[in-house]
């Protein structure tokens, strides 16, 4: 089970940071990722890291403005998000997904388990 954390609303420029707690397994078995899906629109890759944390891959419209993160000790995940613009709003999803994997990161089809979503509003 992941369960995320930290939603809200915001004003342009503001910052929020997400957790995503997993419970029932661990979390250095799996690479982790963020998704968000707008109102009408289609769950979008957010970033994506490995099982070791070594390595990761972020969607062109929030680099630089987010950061990903983990702590195996608390089986947790978090995101930074900074700079919000009002095109961030969305839902956001933390998923995990196991190696060996023939879908890409930044694929929906490629993670196992997904948190049920955590509302971020970015307005003025």
């Known amino acids: 089970q992941l369960v995320e954390s930290g939603g809200g609303l915001v004003h342009p420029g503001g910052s929020l940071k997400l957790s995503c707690v997993l419970s029932?397994?661990?979390?250095?078995?799996?690479?982790m990722g963020w998704f968000r899906q707008a109102p009408g629109k289609e769950r979008e890759f957010v970033v994506a890291m490995s099982w070791s944390g070594g390595r990761t891959h972020y969607v062109d419209s929030v680099k630089g403005r987010f950061t990903i993160s983990r702590d195996n000790a608390k089986n947790t995940v978090y995101l930074q998000m900074d700079s919000l613009k009002p095109e961030d709003t969305a839902v956001y999803y933390c998923a995990a997904r196991s190696a060996p994997n023939v879908y890409s990161d930044y694929e929906v089809e490629g993670y196992d388990y997904w948190g049920q979503g955590t509302q971020v509003t970015v307005s003025s």
């Open positions: 029932g397994f661990t979390l250095d078995h799996y690479a």
